[in-house]
């Protein structure tokens, strides 16, 4: 039930991605158009639009939070048995926690002092700005901490513990080999 509750929330952030995305993408052709075209321009959606890109790199970032979509290396961590495997990743979520609670209070500690400051073009304030950052971390956290909750209590089998993938894409090119007999042959211009 948390897991479909989870899903349905991600879906609802997608959806959200896709709208601003959209909103922004017309507000910045709109822009041009009226600039290289009738020489004015929208002064909002610059600044609109870039709020826009805040908001959506950090909603996306909750999704990538709850899909395991983050940079990781699983070099070592699958050379281990799965005792030290849930050692490291416990390890791991507790750093991701500390930073995800830093940038939280910095960026409370932002939108607070910036509540009655008025963006230049809109007149909104700026802690909307600053409050993409309070909704990531309040979210991822939440996350980290079903996953951290999820990996003590042993929900997670010992066969789930590296969840990264692509790494055996990586590792399989060094047996990948370029047949040279089927390129055509180049030959030196003759002068």
Excluded at 49 to 70: C, D, N, P, Q, Y
Excluded at 120 to 131: E, H, K, L, N, R
Excluded at 160 to 184: F, H, I, K, N, Y
Aim: include cysteine.
């Amino acid at each position: 039930m948390l897991n479909a509750l989870i899903d349905r929330c991600c879906r609802w952030i997608n959806v959200l991605i896709a709208l601003a995305l959209a909103v922004m993408v017309v507000m910045v052709f709109g822009n041009v158009v009226l600039r290289y075209a009738f020489n004015s321009g929208i002064a909002v959606s610059e600044e609109v639009s870039r709020w826009l890109f805040v908001w959506i790199t950090f909603l996306g970032a909750i999704v990538a939070v709850k899909e395991h979509g983050h940079l990781g290396t699983d070099l070592v961590l699958t050379k281990l048995p799965p005792i030290a495997q849930r050692v490291c990743l416990v390890i791991s979520h507790g750093l991701m926690l500390f930073c995800t609670w830093l940038l939280f209070s910095g960026a409370l500690s932002q939108a607070r002092i910036n509540w009655d400051v008025e963006a230049p073009v809109t007149g909104a304030s700026v802690a909307i700005f600053y409050a993409s950052g309070v909704v990531f971390a309040v979210a991822s956290g939440l996350l980290l901490l079903l996953n951290l909750w999820r990996l003590l209590s042993g929900q997670v089998p010992d066969d789930q513990l590296v969840q990264t993938s692509g790494s055996e894409d990586v590792a399989a090119l060094p047996d990948m080999q370029l047949d040279r007999a089927a390129l055509p042959s180049r030959k030196p211009p003759s002068h």
